[in-house]
């Protein structure tokens, strides 16, 4: 989704390294480099653990549900910047 939406931007991202581009989104005030990086942080700790204890399971379904406000607010940004900027209709369903 980054990169296609910065390709709509004009930008040429076949060089771009992702923090490139992460670095440009937050130039665009799209999302904070930082925010992205400890999202990509949970999630590696979630999709790697391959834990027994029922607790750490638990905890692990509880940061999925807590951080899913940041990720649809990074969406929405996203959506609006689209439509706003680069007079581009998104559909949801």
């Known amino acids: 989704v980054f990169s296609k939406l910065l390709e709509l931007s004009g930008e040429d991202v076949k060089k771009m ?4 581009k992460l670095n440009r989104l937050e130039e665009l005030e799209i999302l ?3 925010s992205w990086m400890h999202l990509r942080e949970y999630r590696n700790e979630i999709a790697h653990e391959y834990s027994f204890n029922q607790d750490e399971v638990v905890d692990s379904i509880n940061l999925i549900y807590e951080k ?3 990720l649809i607010a990074i969406l929405d940004t996203l959506q609006r910047f689209a439509e706003e900027k680069l007079n581009y209709t998104t559909h949801t369903t």
Request: no cysteine; proline share 0%; aromatic share 10%.
């Open 32 to 34: 904070t480099k930082e």
């Open 17 to 20: 390294t992702f923090l490139d």
């Open 68 to 70: 899913s406000n940041e």
